[in-house]
């Protein structure tokens, strides 16, 4: 009985979603007119009239909002328009889209904006110490009016109400380190114009936070694991790192199992000196100086370590089904002056221009690990023809390395501080260029909607199929 319930709850709730989608078959139509066979093209007239008229009904059997729906698709209907909240699915059915064939994330630039920022320092309560910039006086403010404009289209701006309606009854875990923080808290500021969540952490760790929006049953939480697989210093004087290769994280993958969505993304943590194990032996290190072990550098760890923990979300076996987000690095190249340990800083005020700098050094080669094992996972997932889970790549790279403007600097504490922190050059302003993290999440989304209800392999299944579901 409840499993046949919640099974008309989510029928329903898609059904929203796709009359609200509906909206976009326009678009299809009109690729497809192009780009389908004469024979299927003949047909298309009258399957245009079919999906019309079952869309027509299906939007008058609905209950009353829904008729806002079918205004979005230019049909006339009879019922009065509604003045309680939109139906659930429009705000995101609305929103501004890429056009289909952009690439969000490379190549581009970044062009000044003038409406920036989102939200300032007083009206986001979220925003970690570290990286309140305004409040440590960061005296300029030029970085923040930038926005990333991908080549070929515009990337539209965040929409709090669209990205709460995509997500609604749904959860998204962020894994990670520091950056990955940085990333939730970019998007907790950035939803503020709607709603602030519920801290309902089962736990007072602070890396380990779970907060919940009751308006849109949306949960948001973030799983501290800077390795993705399983690390500790066993001995804190001695600043080497134990990373097992071949065991994920049991900080994150049990916690992750009933979550939707997973943003996975590590990078910055592999840096540092590390003994690498396998299968609880020692298989080598970076930079241990220890006779006899090889020295393998952080180059494999990095990539074993993504390996593994792909395949703990998308191997066979695993248990988890939603969508996995790669998150590429966040550039570690923007010191300047100096390793960042000995006076290195990030003290400019401005994006650099397209040409002037590119994925490059370390940067390039962790990047091309992760990129090639996402590449790696997704195969073996298509090969087993489950098509779950999803596996996409969120490849912010190329846009981020433009931005050295972007970090704290010394702008991370009071600057009459006796602290050893060194000029943050890795983590983000908030506001700051990070915000546009969460302007691409919300277009991989919005694609999300469409795909996870019918993974079409072209534009004319999808038609067929939401013909077939309206009926
Ligand atoms: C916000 O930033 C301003 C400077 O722009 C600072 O004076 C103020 O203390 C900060 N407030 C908070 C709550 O961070
Ligand atoms: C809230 O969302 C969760 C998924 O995060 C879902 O399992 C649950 O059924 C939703 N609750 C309601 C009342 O829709
Ligand atoms: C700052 O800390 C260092 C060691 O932690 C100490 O030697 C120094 O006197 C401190 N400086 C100030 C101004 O407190």
Request: proline share 7%; aromatic share 10%.
């Amino acid at each position: 009985m409840q499993a046949k319930a919640e099974q008309q709850r989510r029928g329903g709730r898609l059904r929203q979603r796709l009359l609200g989608l509906a909206a976009d078959l326009s678009v299809h139509k009109l690729q497809l007119a192009v780009t389908v066979t004469p024979a299927a093209a003949s047909l298309l007239p009258a399957l245009a009239v079919a999906a019309l008229i079952l869309l027509i009904a299906a939007a008058r059997r609905a209950p009353a909002p829904s008729s806002l729906d079918a205004y979005r698709t230019g049909v006339a209907v009879v019922d009065p328009p509604s003045i309680s909240a939109p139906p659930r699915g429009s705000a995101a059915a609305a929103a501004a889209r890429v056009p289909p064939g952009c690439d969000i994330f490379r190549p581009g630039e970044w062009v000044p904006d003038g409406a920036a920022p989102y939200y300032t320092n007083l009206t986001c309560s979220l925003i970690q110490e570290h990286q309140n910039c305004m409040k440590y006086g960061r005296p300029d403010t030029g970085f923040l009016r930038w926005r990333w404009r991908p080549a070929g289209c515009d990337l539209p701006r965040f929409d709090a109400e669209a990205f709460l309606d995509a997500v609604r009854d749904s959860s998204m875990a962020f894994v990670g380190d520091s950056l990955a923080r940085n990333h939730m808290q970019s998007l907790m500021c950035l939803l503020t114009k709607v709603a602030y969540p519920k801290d309902i952490s089962k736990t007072t760790h602070p890396e380990f936070r779970t907060m919940h929006y009751e308006s849109h049953n949306f949960t948001v939480a973030i799983f501290w694991s800077p390795f993705l697989v399983r690390g500790y210093q066993p001995d804190p004087a001695r600043h080497m790192w134990a990373i097992h290769l071949d065991e994920p994280d049991a900080a994150w993958v049990p916690g992750i199992a009933g979550f939707d969505r997973v943003v996975l993304s590590a990078a910055n943590w592999f840096a540092r000196p590390a003994m690498f194990y396998e299968a609880g032996r020692v298989v080598g290190c970076h930079s241990c100086l220890a006779p006899g072990v090889p020295d393998l550098t952080h180059r494999h760890s990095l990539r074993m370590a993504f390996r593994a923990a792909l395949r703990a979300l998308a191997g066979p076996g695993a248990a988890f089904g939603g969508t996995v987000i790669v998150r590429t690095l966040s550039p570690t190249s923007h010191f300047e002056g100096g390793e960042w340990d000995k006076g290195g800083d990030c003290r400019r005020t401005r994006p650099l221009a397209a040409g002037e700098a590119r994925v490059a050094g370390l940067d390039r080669d962790f990047h091309g690990a992760q990129v090639e094992e996402f590449a790696r996972a997704k195969a073996a997932v298509d090969a087993g023809g489950r098509g779950r889970p999803r596996l996409v790549l969120m490849d912010t790279t190329a846009a981020m390395v433009l931005r050295p403007d972007g970090h704290p600097s010394r702008y991370g504490h009071w600057a009459h501080e006796n602290v050893t922190l060194y000029n943050d050059c890795v983590h983000w302003c908030l506001p700051g260029p990070i915000d546009a993290w969460n302007e691409m999440l919300l277009q991989m989304l919005l694609q999300d909607l469409l795909e996870e209800i019918f993974i079409p392999r072209n534009s004319m299944e999808a038609f067929v199929f939401v013909l077939f579901w309206s009926t």
